[in-house]
Structure formats: C-alpha cells, structure tokens
C-alpha cells in the first residue's frame, strides 16, 4: 500500500511540473522581442535581409514554436466573437491591416485553400483596423474564412494589438495545433515580381500557402502520433 502511496505521490508531483512547465505565448514574446529587435534592426539597416530572415526563423523555432497561444477573443465583422479554445480543430490565423494593400492573388488563393481543408482547419484573417474598414475588405473572403479586427481604440483589445500586432508586424501567418500551441509562424507571402499576371500571382500564391499548410498538418499529425505512442 505505501509502494502504491509513493508512485501516485509521484505521478502526482510530475503532472503538477508539467502544467508548471506550460509557457504562453505571449511570455514567450515579451521575455525574447527586445533581443530579436535589437539584433534585427541591426541586420536591416546593413542591408543584410538574409541574416534577418534567419533571426525571424531562429526566433521562431527556439523561442516560440511549442508555447500555449493565448486564449484570445477576436471580435468578427457578423457580430459573433472568436474565442480560439472554442475552436475543436487546428487554427490558420493570418493578420492584415487594410490600408495596407494585401497582395495580389493572395485573398482568392486563401479562399480555396480555406475550401479544401475546411474539415481540418479553421482558417481566421485578423485585421488591426477598426470594424468599418474591415467589413468593408471582407467581402473579398471565403464565408469559410472568419474576418475579424482589433484595434487599439476598441475595449480589450490592447493586449492582443501588443503582443502581435506590435512585435512581428503583419501580415504574419500562425499555426495552432487544437490545443493551442504554436507549430508554426510565417512572415510575409510571396514576392511577386513587377506586372505579375492575376492568374500567376493566384497560382504563386496557392502554391506557398497550400505548401506551409501542408507541412503544417504533418507536423500535427506527427505530433499526435507521438503522443499517442508514448500513451499507449
């Protein structure tokens, strides 16, 4: 009775560590923006957009990848609130602002893909714009596509406008698992070269979102195989 005393005690210490261990994303951000910055801004101004794609990626992948986003509540243009935890399914968010101009080619290739793995993912375009800006620019989008806005005018919505909005800019694209922990974070769409033709710049643009997407649900699927495995 005290062996099974002792193994429950300690099971019991080792899933109180392991809900010690969860880090959100928004600690993440606030613990590593300053440093990145610093390091960033350094790079662009020698012209070097390689060194600072590279601190963007290494950002990412060692600092961000694997923390718990947070519960944010986004307000949608048809009046319904997006609470992502309500969301039983992984999460495309993508951020824009609509006095910045969206790429050509862009809203229509995310439109499909929105389509094809409605069953998979919920995808969520987020706008820094106030709600009469953002209607307006929503009807480019999919009703499979959430539209919603924040800004920094509006109740609550400081944080969220803070801790995204203003540290890796936009247009930024992130990949939720279903539990909320971010998989991925992407940074910018494709470059398209001058006088680009609307089917090309459609064709270039499906090609780059359908291919992070789908490398975003197979790290997913990995990652629930694995887990799996270790619970069997």
Not at 98 to 104: F, R
Not at 132 to 145: A, L, M, P, Y
Not at 186 to 212: C, V, W
Request: proline share 2%.
């Amino acid at each position: 009775m005290r062996l099974i005393l002792f193994f429950l005690s300690i099971l019991a210490f080792q899933f109180s560590f392991s809900q010690d261990k969860v880090v959100y994303f928004s600690d993440a951000i606030k613990s590593n923006i300053k440093k990145y910055n610093t390091q960033s801004d350094k790079a662009f101004e020698q012209g070097d957009i390689a060194a600072g794609q590279a601190l963007f990626d290494s950002l990412v992948q060692n600092k961000l990848v694997g923390s718990k986003f947070d519960d944010y509540v986004f307000k949608s243009v048809n009046s319904r609130k997006v609470k992502l935890s309500k969301i039983k399914k992984p999460v495309f968010i993508i951020t824009y602002s609509s006095w910045c101009l969206i790429g050509k080619g862009e809203v229509q290739a995310l439109n499909k893909l929105a389509r094809k793995f409605d069953d998979q993912i919920q995808f969520i375009a987020v706008f820094w714009d106030t709600k009469h800006d953002t209607r307006k620019v929503s009807r480019k989008f999919s009703n499979k596509i959430k539209v919603c806005y924040a800004n920094e005018t509006y109740k609550n919505d400081a944080r969220i406008v803070s801790t995204l909005k203003h540290t890796l800019g936009f247009p930024t694209s992130y990949y939720l698992n279903n539990n909320l922990e971010v998989i991925d974070i992407k940074r910018g769409g494709i470059q398209l070269p001058p006088h680009t033709s609307a089917k090309t710049a459609f064709d270039m643009n499906y090609r780059l979102f359908n291919e992070r997407i789908s490398i975003f649900l197979e790290k997913q699927h990995a990652a629930a195989s694995q887990l799996a495995s270790v619970t069997d």
